[in-house]
């Protein structure tokens, strides 16, 4: 939960104190009412954290998603890279204490990493960048997609985990027929093109 969702949280929490100190008007999460319009803000917002990592600011408007007392409720924000820094600041320096404690559990420290691997689109934030590169004191792997990694990683393991298929085999007691699966690994490769 340290992670893109919680970024967009932060942002449409920010939204909705905007739309009540400049209209007066409180959107409830409870409503359930609002479960379609909030599910609407929520996309883009995104849209709007995504265009900050390369420009300084973006617009959000959201006309008629949301509705308080049968009235429709307009967004229209410019909203900066320097509000989505702060308000993602804490979550930002709560993911760099959880890495920190890591490194101190076995015994290593922030100066003694070889490279950082970032995984994820809001690794492309100019402003967390900066505070990892601070804080950690490790140049970042280059050539490296934040948005395929954990995708890569996943097929490489599933590709080469060399799953043991000599367990008990399983039978159908009916047909009384038995099912043995084998799965041997498919490559050495470490970094096989991955589509």
């Given at each position: 939960?340290?992670?893109?969702?919680?970024?967009d949280?932060?942002?449409?929490?920010?939204?909705l104190q905007?739309?009540?100190?400049?209209?007066g008007?409180?959107?409830?999460?409870?409503d359930?009412?609002?479960?379609?319009?909030l599910?609407?803000?929520?996309?883009?917002?995104?849209?709007?954290?995504?265009?900050?990592?390369?420009?300084?600011?973006?617009?959000?408007?959201?006309s008629?998603?949301?509705?308080?007392?049968?009235?429709?409720?307009?967004?229209?924000?410019?909203?900066?890279?320097?509000?989505?820094?702060?308000?993602?600041?804490?979550?930002?320096?709560?993911?760099?204490?959880?890495?920190?404690?890591?490194?101190?559990?076995?015994?290593l420290?922030?100066?003694?990493?070889?490279r950082?691997?970032?995984v994820?689109?809001?690794?492309?934030?100019p402003a967390?960048?900066?505070?990892v590169?601070?804080?950690?004191?490790?140049?970042?792997?280059?050539?490296?997609d934040?948005?395929?990694?954990?995708?890569?990683?996943?097929?490489?393991?599933?590709?080469?985990?060399?799953?043991d298929?000599?367990g008990?085999a399983?039978?159908n007691?009916?047909?009384?027929r038995?099912?043995?699966?084998?799965?041997?690994?498919?490559?050495?490769?470490?970094?096989?093109?991955?589509?």
């Amino acid at each position: 939960f340290l992670g893109g969702r919680d970024f967009d949280a932060a942002l449409v929490d920010w939204v909705l104190q905007e739309v009540e100190r400049t209209q007066g008007v409180t959107v409830s999460r409870a409503d359930p009412r609002n479960a379609a319009g909030l599910r609407k803000l929520k996309l883009a917002v995104e849209e709007v954290k995504i265009e900050l990592t390369r420009a300084s600011e973006a617009s959000l408007v959201l006309s008629g998603a949301l509705e308080v007392d049968g009235k429709a409720v307009e967004i229209d924000l410019l909203v900066e890279r320097s509000t989505l820094e702060a308000l993602t600041s804490p979550l930002v320096e709560r993911s760099i204490e959880v890495c920190k404690r890591l490194l101190a559990a076995h015994g290593l420290g922030p100066g003694q990493i070889g490279r950082v691997v970032l995984v994820g689109g809001p690794t492309v934030m100019p402003a967390l960048r900066a505070r990892v590169r601070e804080a950690l004191g490790a140049p970042f792997g280059e050539g490296l997609d934040p948005m395929t990694l954990v995708a890569q990683g996943a097929s490489i393991y599933a590709a080469t985990a060399g799953l043991d298929a000599r367990g008990e085999a399983k039978s159908n007691e009916e047909s009384g027929r038995r099912v043995w699966l084998q799965h041997p690994a498919m490559s050495s490769d470490l970094t096989p093109h991955v589509i």
